[in-house]
Nanobody
Framework: QVHLVESGGGLVQPGGSLRLSCVVS????????MNWHRQAPGKQREWVAS???????NYLDSMKGRFTISRDNAKNTVYLQMNSLKPEDTAIYYC?????????WGQGTQVTVSS
């Protein structure tokens, strides 16, 4: 059974940084693209960033230059390094992946950017 577990969220001041982690089990991690999404209060969940099995990355335009997605296949883990955080980055952040014919989600980790 596929499981995704996020961690690393918390409260940070504007301009600060956080690194989120997502540990994956139950599937062949190294051959799967991985994604980060987020859902802000009162808004729909949105895609943030992706990384392919080969390490190619893609980002929502508003994240470019501030967020970096990476992966460590030896640890079955995908990361999201978030710098220069803004209050509007406050959201629950989820990792996700398509495996077989189903999209799997983690439980999410809360990121709050506030002074």
């Amino acid at each position: 059974q596929v499981h995704l577990v996020e961690s690393g969220g918390g409260l940070v001041q504007p301009g600060g940084s956080l690194r989120l982690s997502c540990v994956v089990s139950g599937m062949t991690f190294s051959t799967n693209a991985m994604n980060w999404h987020r859902q802000a209060p009162g808004k729909q969940r949105e895609w943030v960033a992706s990384i392919t099995s080969g390490g190619s990355t893609n980002y929502l335009d508003s994240m470019k230059g501030r967020f970096t997605i990476s992966r460590d296949n030896a640890k079955n883990t995908v990361y999201l390094q978030m710098n220069s955080l803004k209050p509007e980055d406050t959201a629950i952040y989820y990792c996700g992946t398509l495996y077989g014919n189903r999209y799997y989600w983690g439980q999410g980790t809360q990121v709050t950017v506030s002074s």
